[in-house]
């Protein structure tokens, strides 16, 4: 079964960067989709962004611009690289791999102080 571990999380300023790791092991992670969710207390979750097997990226609208997934299959790892920080993106993110059902991470807290 496929593990996921995040990692990178932590506390910035609005105008911050920060790159969130995703490492993956006990299965092929190239043929997995992987991406990011987020979800704060109290709130659905929300997909970020994703990344297909071919190297296909999407991202939500909020962060679209701001936001950067990319992968490195020879690593097992995926990234999240987030640009322009702002108080809004502060939440729990968590890591997601698809490929007939889903896994997921335990979550890394983000948090974009003020």
């Known amino acids: 079964q496929l593990q996921l571990v995040e990692s990178g999380g932590g506390l910035v300023q609005p105008g911050g960067s920060l790159r969130l790791s995703c490492a993956a092991s006990g299965s092929t992670f190239s043929i997995y989709t992987t991406g990011w969710y987020r979800q704060v207390p109290g709130k659905q979750r929300e997909m970020v962004a994703y990344?297909?097997?071919?190297?296909?990226?999407n991202y939500a609208d909020s962060v679209k611009g701001r936001f950067s997934i990319s992968r490195d299959n020879a690593k097992d790892t995926v990234y999240l690289q987030m640009n322009s920080l702002q108080p809004e993106d502060t939440a729990v993110y968590y890591c997601n791999a698809y490929q007939g059902g889903h896994f997921w991470g335990q979550g890394t807290q983000v948090t974009v102080s003020s």
């Open positions: 990344i297909t097997s071919g190297g296909s990226a």
